[in-house]
């Protein structure tokens, strides 16, 4: 495709493919800032960030929130008038780590509570990998399962889903033990389905055999929809493998209409996790993401 402005992508330094969707632009009604993706910033400067853009919603991480405070994250977000897509993170139910199981327990609880008043409509859970020497992965589901159950009363008091994230088979050893969104939704679906749904994160199940089924089954149970790219190669580190939507392999056109068709109205978060990305200027990052939203998500929504 033809460049059509002098702008430069990040973290590629192509040049725009489209042009950089002007505040208001009703294509971004849609679209969420993960502040994972500018980890440099803190979540003034996030915030910030999505009203200069005309972003109408952040996707919020626990540790910058503590760093300024609840109160105050609350009323910044609620004085910039964004909407908190989800809250990152809680979870790690396996026991792998320091915690016991009722101190991570207690935990979650709060990190229900801080999305309850952040007005989050979900808690995004990372169910946790194995402990050292563990490799009973099918015990270490069953634990993560019960966790879930456990914090069902709790979310339902405070009006936050629970969303199960599946992780890309690459993470199960180390932090997350539920490897496809089959595996996410048998979980989830004893439990009520709004205290309980799943996240769709294009990096995590792009590859799954069978996705297409398993989105539609998903339905009413898709809590958030993330979206970043799977590029190769992979660097040292696998965590910072998520790339820049349309560097990589994810046919995001399709996975985004799947998703459409199974009935999700909600937010779209842009949620990188990448070196080069983290490195840049945050406002090109945003640029850059809102023009790959545009081009290659929000036509199919």
Same mark, same amino acid.
């Given at each position: 495709?033809?460049?059509?402005?002098?702008?430069?992508?990040?973290?590629?330094?192509?040049?725009?493919?489209?042009?950089?969707?002007?505040?208001?632009?009703?294509?971004?009604?849609?679209?969420?800032?993960?502040?994972?993706?500018? $980890?440099?910033?803190? &979540?003034?400067?996030?915030?910030?960030?999505?009203?200069?853009?005309?972003?109408?919603?952040?996707?919020?991480?626990?540790? /910058?929130?503590?760093?300024?405070?609840?109160?105050?994250?609350?009323?910044?977000?609620?004085?910039?008038?964004?909407?908190?897509?989800?809250?990152?993170?809680?979870?790690?139910?396996?026991?792998?780590?320091?915690?016991?199981?009722?101190?991570? +327990?207690?935990?979650?609880?709060?990190?229900?509570?801080?999305? #309850?008043?952040?007005?989050?409509?979900?808690?995004?859970?990372?169910?946790?990998?194995? /402990?050292?020497?563990?490799?009973?992965?099918?015990?270490?589901?069953?634990?993560?399962?019960?966790?879930?159950?456990?914090?069902?009363?709790?979310?339902? $008091?405070?009006?936050?889903?629970?969303?199960?994230?599946?992780? +890309?088979?690459?993470?199960?050893?180390?932090?997350?033990? !539920?490897?496809?969104?089959?595996?996410?939704?048998?979980?989830?679906?004893?439990?009520?389905?709004?205290?309980?749904?799943?996240?769709?994160?294009?990096? +995590?199940?792009?590859?799954?055999?069978?996705?297409?089924?398993?989105?539609?089954?998903?339905? #009413?149970?898709?809590?958030?929809?993330?979206?970043?790219?799977?590029?190769?190669?992979?660097?040292? $580190?696998?965590?910072?493998?998520?790339?820049?939507?349309?560097?990589?392999?994810? $046919?995001?056109?399709?996975?985004?209409?799947? !998703?459409?068709?199974?009935?999700?109205?909600?937010?779209?978060?842009?949620?990188?996790?990448?070196?080069?990305?983290?490195?840049?200027?945050?406002?090109?990052?945003?640029?850059?993401?809102?023009?790959?939203?545009?081009? &290659?998500?929000?036509? +199919?929504?």
């Amino acid at each position: 495709m033809t460049a059509v402005t002098t702008e430069l992508d990040v973290p590629s330094g192509a040049p725009a493919r489209v042009e950089t969707p002007a505040p208001g632009d009703p294509r971004l009604a849609r679209l969420s800032l993960n502040q994972k993706t500018v $980890d440099g910033w803190g &979540l003034r400067e996030a915030i910030d960030g999505c009203v200069a853009a005309g972003l109408p919603a952040i996707g919020t991480w626990r540790e /910058p929130v503590a760093d300024v405070g609840l109160e105050t994250a609350a009323r910044w977000v609620r004085e910039a008038g964004l909407r908190v897509s989800s809250v990152c993170r809680g979870g790690f139910f396996t026991g792998a780590g320091d915690l016991s199981q009722a101190a991570r +327990h207690d935990d979650n609880r709060r990190a229900l509570d801080e999305a #309850a008043a952040l007005g989050a409509p979900c808690l995004v859970l990372v169910p946790g990998g194995l /402990p050292a020497g563990d490799r009973d992965l099918g015990a270490a589901r069953s634990r993560a399962a019960a966790a879930v159950e456990a914090l069902v009363p709790h979310a339902l $008091d405070v009006g936050v889903r629970l969303a199960i994230e599946p992780m +890309h088979p690459i993470f199960a050893a180390d932090r997350g033990v !539920v490897s496809t969104l089959g595996q996410a939704l048998d979980m989830a679906e004893p439990l009520p389905v709004e205290a309980v749904g799943v996240v769709v994160d294009t990096f +995590h199940v792009w590859w799954e055999p069978g996705v297409e089924d398993q989105i539609a089954r998903a339905g #009413a149970r898709i809590a958030s929809y993330q979206v970043c790219e799977w590029i190769t190669p992979l660097p040292p $580190d696998a965590l910072l493998s998520r790339g820049m939507m349309g560097d990589g392999h994810i $046919d995001f056109p399709r996975l985004t209409s799947l !998703v459409a068709a199974a009935g999700y109205t909600g937010d779209v978060e842009v949620e990188i996790f990448n070196a080069d990305v983290w490195a840049a200027d945050g406002r090109a990052v945003v640029d850059t993401l809102a023009r790959r939203y545009v081009e &290659l998500v929000e036509p +199919h929504l």
